[in-house]
Structures are given as structure tokens and as C-alpha cells.
């Protein structure tokens, strides 16, 4: 089953994905994928995270480290995609870009796989 997490508003707000992140952790091999340009803006939004401490690297490290990258990672992580990239495994697919979202949302449905729409 794939998660579809739907943001609305023209600018996203990576604090909403920070405070996600802080509810599911620690969750082992986590790896959230982003577009480069965004990819600092997530990383101090889940560092700034009040009443957590959350490790997170851009380099693949520990599984209890939460690895942040612009690529698709090894098969054996739990995946949450907030990129414009269709990934060949994703858990979670965090959409801030609707048409991008609708394109992998049809992909995903025609794959077969089960959909979890949510909106925030």
C-alpha cells in the first residue's frame, strides 16, 4: 500500500513533514527523497523539531539515521517521496505538486498497488 499525503497550498510547508517524521520516529532505513533545491529546507525543519531530537544525514549512514537524498535509495528503505521523480519504490508519497502527484498516482493505480489518499 502506497500513502498519498495531498498539500494544497503553492508553497509547501516542510514544518508539516517535519512534524510527521517526529510522530512515525525512530523508523529504521528511513529515507526521505526531495528535490535538490529543497532538500536543505527539510533537513533544518526536522532539526528544528521542539521536544525531539531526530538524527538525519544526507549520507546514507546507521538504519536509525534518516537518510535525506535527491535520488532513489537502496530497495531496503522505508520511502517518503516530497520529489517531482516517479521512484521505482515508494511507502509514502508526499505530494505538494498536484499535476506531478495526479501522474504518480495514476502510475501507482495502474501498477495495481493499494492507495491511501490523505489530505493536510
Known amino acids: 500500500m502506497i500513502e498519498f499525503h495531498i498539500h494544497q497550498k503553492p508553497d509547501p510547508s516542510w514544518q508539516v513533514l517535519a512534524d510527521y517524521i517526529a510522530n512515525i520516529w525512530p523508523k529504521e532505513n528511513l529515507c526521505i527523497v526531495a528535490n535538490p533545491q529543497d532538500i536543505d529546507t527539510i533537513e533544518n525543519a526536522i532539526w ?7 538524527p538525519i544525514s544526507q549520507t546514507h ?3 536509525g539515521i534518516i537518510y535525506l537524498s535527491s535520488q532513489a535509495p537502496p530497495k ?3 520511502v517518503i517521496n516530497t520529489s517531482t521523480l516517479q ?8 505530494v505538494t505538486n498536484l499535476p506531478k502527484g495526479r501522474e504518480r498516482y495514476k502510475h501507482w493505480q495502474t501498477s495495481g ?4 489518499v490523505v489530505k493536510l
Open 48 to 54: 528544528s523539531t521542539k521536544d525531539r531530537f531526530i
Open 61 to 63: 549512514q546507521l538504519p
Open 76 to 78: 531496503d528503505y522505508w
Open 87 to 94: 521512484l521505482p519504490n515508494v511507502n509514502l508519497e508526499w
Open 113 to 116: 498497488l493499494e492507495i491511501q
